[in-house]
């Protein structure tokens, strides 16, 4: 396939765009852009392996929001492949391939449909004949094919006319930053005199310069500029216009109660903060955060992002440097199957939700993964959150209150939450392929439950899943038939290799009734000082204290206190600077004539105890 312009296509598994087969084809100076993949296949390029090839194309703007391979949202090689052996001198975000760029192309108006190349695109005279040489003498366009060097994509662009086009070094900014213009001319014979001007005058200053000048903004808003070049030898200048090219916004956004919270994160810019009022904001559907800003609540018990539908989740976060804090999440209710999180699905990008209350979201739905929180990316984030009453209620489904198949759960305190499978509170699931990062920390399950495996969590497949300094207890799974039941199971097949896996995989755990499993883990007694009032911090002289391991990084427990050397099992640090004193039961259940002990424990206590 020669000088094709791919724009605009979907598809529900792989390659958006263009599926090349195994050992099938080749693409060559061909345009592909704005197509989307549903699934983990490229949103505009799938490469099935073998001979399939690709040379001189640009692979630009595609989407394929639950990729999470090295190359998305443009480009999937089949297993992760290496692209050097299939791509040649083509452009896509990633740079994928041989002499690959990471660059824009800059199209002549792609919201236009116009996907023809700037006088200042890269892919002008970067495209190469040493490999595979396009056959065609014209372009898409039926212009000369080759203009000296062959340009990438469908379109060539003639060097020999004369032509300017401008970029700037950055097209999103916070208001009091600058940019620089640059000025790109081709086919220039004489004298260059360059002439810029702003097609906004309000809010924006223009230095003094030639080839490149500097803009500085004062005000928020979108600007545009026109750049004019005078060649001593043409008979007439030549110009080039960008409307509405940088955009500039306020650092902090102050988001109103009945604001809509997806139109205003849509206007939102990396790096951007975006602040809820005080108070319950109802979202009519989803709200998806793709970018790099920050939402922030002033506390999950003064703000919460409710959804009072019956068909959807709440968030779905997908952008490493996206980050939702100070918020309660609560309403989600799936529908649809095989998806993860009905309060928020942290994505295949990753992301960080922090410092928030996820409840009363559920799902009746088949193959349904997370209750409240699913995460599927490697640097998908949970940390000091508490997941409570959330569910999944059918037999197909894992995790009532987290389901992962990636990423990380640091100082998080999960309780009240049930699936009617596996993983009451937590659920290890590869629905989607399961990640590098796997990681459980220093995090509490409490008075979760599933119907038949793991009230605490369930592992299933998992072999590369990290569980440490997690504390288990007071998990209920009636019907669960493994040596880790009621707190823990490996999963529904329960062989030999089961067991090794789970004991590779925990550390330094603490379980009550349950067996304990892996290096450096304990059983412990009832361990909450009240678990009946939900306070899930620890006793006095529970053997869960003093009882983690320290690593480089371990962070401050879930009340903001910092760990001590020795670090506690769970999400609390024990303050062991305070007089406090607390007893055991032994046994905890007794018949009404059989003798009980009761053995009290003193922390820090003065000489004289009565």
């Not at 001198?89 to 700037?118: H, Q």
């Not at 379109?155 to 970029?167: I, M, N, S, W």
Request: one cysteine or more; a negative charge; aromatic letters at 8%.
């Amino acid at each position: 396939v020669e000088n094709c312009l791919v724009i605009g296509n979907s598809c529900g598994m792989y390659g958006g765009g263009v599926y090349i087969d195994t050992n099938c084809g080749k693409l060559v100076n061909c345009t592909v852009a704005n197509n989307t993949c549903a699934g983990s296949g490229g949103g505009g390029l799938f490469v099935m392996g073998g001979t399939a090839r690709a040379y001189n194309c640009i692979v630009w703007g595609n989407a394929a929001p639950k990729d999470a391979n090295p190359h998305a949202p443009d480009i999937k090689i089949l297993n992760d492949g290496n692209p050097s052996s299939y791509l040649y001198n083509c452009i896509s975000r990633s740079g994928a391939g041989t002499e690959g760029l990471a660059v824009d192309p800059e199209f002549t108006d792609a919201a236009a449909g116009d996907y023809t190349l700037r006088p200042n695109s890269p892919a002008i005279d970067a495209g190469s004949d040493e490999r595979y040489a396009c056959s065609a003498t014209v372009d898409f366009a039926g212009n000369p094919r080759r203009v000296g060097t062959i340009d990438i994509g469908c379109y060539e662009v003639d060097t020999t006319v004369l032509a300017c086009g401008l970029t700037a070094s950055q097209t999103e900014i916070f208001v009091g930053e600058s940019v620089t213009l640059t000025a790109t001319v081709r086919g220039g014979r004489g004298n260059l005199a360059y002439a810029w001007a702003a097609l906004e005058q309000d809010g924006v200053t223009l230095s003094d310069g030639g080839e490149e000048v500097t803009a500085t903004f004062s005000k928020a808003g979108r600007y545009g500029f026109r750049l004019t070049v005078t060649d001593s030898q043409a008979a007439e200048p030549v110009s080039a216009v960008r409307e509405g090219y940088v955009y500039v916004v306020p650092r902090t956004v102050q988001v109103a109660l009945g604001d809509d919270l997806q139109t205003v994160v849509n206007a939102a810019i990396d790096g951007q903060e975006l602040v809820l009022a005080e108070g319950r904001h109802v979202v009519p559907s989803e709200v998806t955060i793709d970018r790099g800003v920050r939402i922030v609540g002033p506390g999950y018990d003064r703000c919460a992002i409710a959804y009072e539908g019956s068909t959807t989740r709440v968030l779905y976060v997908n952008h490493p440097d996206a980050v939702v804090s100070g918020v309660t999440i609560t309403g989600g209710k799936v529908m649809t199957r095989s998806v993860y999180g009905c309060g928020v699905w942290i994505g295949a990008n990753g992301g960080t939700v922090t410092n928030c209350f996820i409840t009363g979201n559920n799902s009746n739905e088949y193959y349904l993964f997370g209750g409240g929180v699913g995460l599927t990316g490697d640097k998908a984030l949970l940390t000091h959150c508490i997941v409570c009453s959330n569910k999944v209620s059918t037999s197909t489904s894992y995790g009532g209150g987290i389901c992962m198949s990636a990423g990380t759960v640091d100082t998080c305190l999960v309780f009240d939450n049930s699936s009617s499978y596996g993983g009451g509170g937590l659920a290890f699931h590869n629905q989607i392929t399961f990640g590098k990062v796997l990681d459980v920390r220093n995090s509490t399950f409490a008075r979760n439950t599933a119907t038949s495996y793991g009230g605490g969590v369930y592992y299933g497949a998992a072999t590369v899943a990290k569980v440490k300094n997690c504390l288990f207890a007071g998990n209920v799974a009636d019907n669960d038939p493994t040596l880790g039941a009621p707190e823990w199971s490996p999963n529904s097949r329960v062989t030999a290799a089961d067991y090794a896996n789970v004991t590779n995989q925990t550390s330094s755990c603490a379980f009550y009734a349950a067996n304990p499993v892996g290096e450096g883990s304990v059983a412990v007694a009832q361990p909450f000082e009240d678990p009946s009032s939900c306070d899930f911090h620890l006793l006095a002289g529970n053997d869960a204290v003093d009882a983690g391991a320290w690593y480089e990084g371990i962070a401050d427990d879930l009340d903001g206190k910092a760990r001590d050397g020795t670090p506690d099992i769970g999400c609390y640090e024990l303050d062991k600077s305070q007089f406090t004193c607390s007893f055991a039961i032994s046994p905890e259940a007794a018949f009404n004539d059989q003798p009980v002990a009761f053995t009290p424990t003193v922390q820090n206590s003065p000489e004289n105890l009565t």
